[in-house]
C-alpha cells in the first residue's frame, strides 16, 4: 500500500486514526495509563498495511522481529553478563540480520558476478526483494548495538513490534532509535484526539504528497525517456542529456522529499515526531553538508555503527581517509546491487576526502571555510551540486556504458546543442561551433515543457524554505533544519503556515490538484533501496 494510493487515502489512514483514539481514549478513561490497546491496533494496523503488497513476507518481518526481539532481551540484561557472552550474542544477531539482507538482496548479485568470473552456471532462480528490509533490518542492527552498549532496552514485545513496524516509517525510513520513538507513546495526551497535532500532521502529508504527484512525478517524463535512449545506445544531444541528468536529479529530490514529509506528516497525526531525515540538500554548500542534509538518519546509522567503529579520524588522515571510502562503498552497495551503486558510494567517498582535504588545506593557511563569504560559499555550492548531478547519472542509470553516454553529452563530446527555441537569443553562439538542434525525435521530450520544468523546480529547490521551516514553532520532526534561523529572520517570516483560512485556502488547492494529478499511482524511489 502507497502513501499516495487511493485506498491508504480514503481507507487505511482514516480508519486507523479514528480506531486509535477511539481505543486510546476509551483505555485512558476507563484503565487509567494502560495503552496496550492502542499499541496493539498500531502493530495489526502496521502489519496490514505491509502485508497489502505481498502478505507471504508478512511472515519474513514477524520472524525477523521475534528473533531480534530476543538478542535485544538477553543484551540488555544487567553487565553481570559475561562480556564474551554478549559479544558473541551481538555478533550472531548482527550477522542474522546481514544474513537476511543478504540472501535477499544480495544474493543473485553475487552469484551473477561469480558465475562470471570464474565461468559457472549457478542460479538461485528469482528472489523478490522484500519491501522495506533494508530499512527495518539497519533499524533492528541500530537497536541490538545500542542494546549492547546499553543505551537502550526493551523487555515488552509489543512495544518493541511497534518500534519495528510504525507503518509511517516502516518502508523507507527515516531509521529511528528506540530511544527516540517509544517513549513518546508512553505520553496519554497522545491517545487523545489533538486538533493541532492533526491539521499540523495534514498540512506536512499534503505537502508530500503534492511534491510527490505535482512535482516528482511529472518530472519524471523526462529523465525516464533519456536514460532509457541511453540503455539502447541512442545518441544524446547536448541538451538531451542535461534535461534527463537534471530531470532525475530533481525527480530524486522531490520522490523522496514528499516521501519525507508524508511519513513525518502520518506520524505526527498520531501525536509522534520522526527524526527529520531531508533538509534542502541541493542547498548544500559542500558534500560533507550535502551529507548532513540527504537522507539524515542513514547518514548517522553509517557515521556511528561503522564509520566510528572502523576508527572514524583517529588513526591520522590515511585512516579517516580509507575509512570514508570504505563507509561510503558499503552506503552504495546498501542503496542496491550493482555496481553502478557501488561505484556512485565510492564515488560519494572521493568527494568527501577530497573535502576533508581541502578544508585542512585552509585550516593550515589560517582560515576557516565556515566563515567564508557570498563568493566562495556560491562557488561552493555549485561545485558540490554539479558533483552530486555527474554521481546520479551512475545511480539512475543501468549500466557503466549508460552513464558514460550520457556524461560524455553532457561535457559536450557529441558536440553542443542548444534547445531551438533559444536560437533567437542566443544565435551569435553559431560562430562557436554552437547549433541549436538539441532535441530529436529520437528521445521525444518536449523542449519548452522539459526547459521550463526544470528550471521551476531547480527554483523551489534552491530558493524556497523546505516544509519544516514552512511549519516553523510548530516543529513536527525530531530535530529541526540546519539553515532555519536563517530564512526566518529575513523573507519568508510572515509567510509561515498558520492556522488561518488563507492557509486552510491554499492546503485545499494542493489537495485538489495532488488528487486530480493522481491518474497513475507510483511507487516511491526508494522502496527499490
Known sequence: ???????????????????????????????????????????????????????????????????????????????????????????????????????????????????????????????????????????????????????????????YSLFVTFFPQLIAGPIVHHKDVLHQFRDASIYRFNSQNFSVGLTVFVAGLFKKVVFADRIAAFATPVFAAASQGVPLTFSEAWVGALAYTLQLYFDFSGYSDMAIGIAYMFGIRLPLNFDSPYKAVSIVDFWRRWHITLSHFLRDYLYIPLGGNRYGKTRRHINLMTTMLLGGLWHGAGWTFIFWGGLHGAYLVINHQYRSFRSWIGKDTREDGWLLQGIGWLVTFLAVIVSWVFFRADSFSSAQSILSSMIGLNGISLPGFWEPYLSFLRNFGVDFNGFTVNVGISQKYSVFGITGLLLVAWLTPNTQQWMGKYAPALTQPCDGAKWIDQLWKNLQWKPNKIWSAILGIMTAISLLGMTRVSEFLYFQF
Open 1 to 159: 500500500m502507497l502513501f499516495n494510493s487511493p485506498e491508504f487515502l480514503f481507507f487505511f489512514l482514516p480508519v486507523v486514526l479514528a480506531v486509535f483514539y477511539l481505543i486510546g481514549s476509551k483505555t485512558i478513561k476507563i484503565a487509567g495509563t494502560k495503552l496496550e490497546g492502542s499499541i496493539f491496533w498500531l502493530v495489526c494496523a502496521s502489519l496490514f498495511f505491509y502485508g497489502w503488497w505481498n502478505p507471504p513476507y508478512l511472515l519474513l518481518i514477524i520472524a525477523s522481529i521475534i528473533l531480534n526481539y530476543i538478542f535485544g532481551f538477553y543484551l540488555s540484561r544487567d553487565a553481570s553478563e559475561k562480556l564474551t557472552q554478549k559479544k558473541l550474542l551481538l555478533v550472531l544477531g548482527i550477522g542474522f540480520n546481514l544474513a537476511l539482507i543478504g540472501y535477499y538482496k544480495y544474493a543473485n548479485f553475487f552469484i551473477s558476478n561469480i558465475n562470471l568470473a570464474i565461468g559457472s552456471d549457478i542460479n538461485l532462480g528469482t528472489i523478490i526483494l522484500p519491501l522495506g528490509i533494508s530499512f527495518y533490518t539497519f533499524q533492528q542492527i541500530a537497536y541490538l548495538v545500542d542494546a549492547y552498549r546499553g543505551n537502550t532496552k526493551e523487555y515488552n514485545f509489543l512495544n
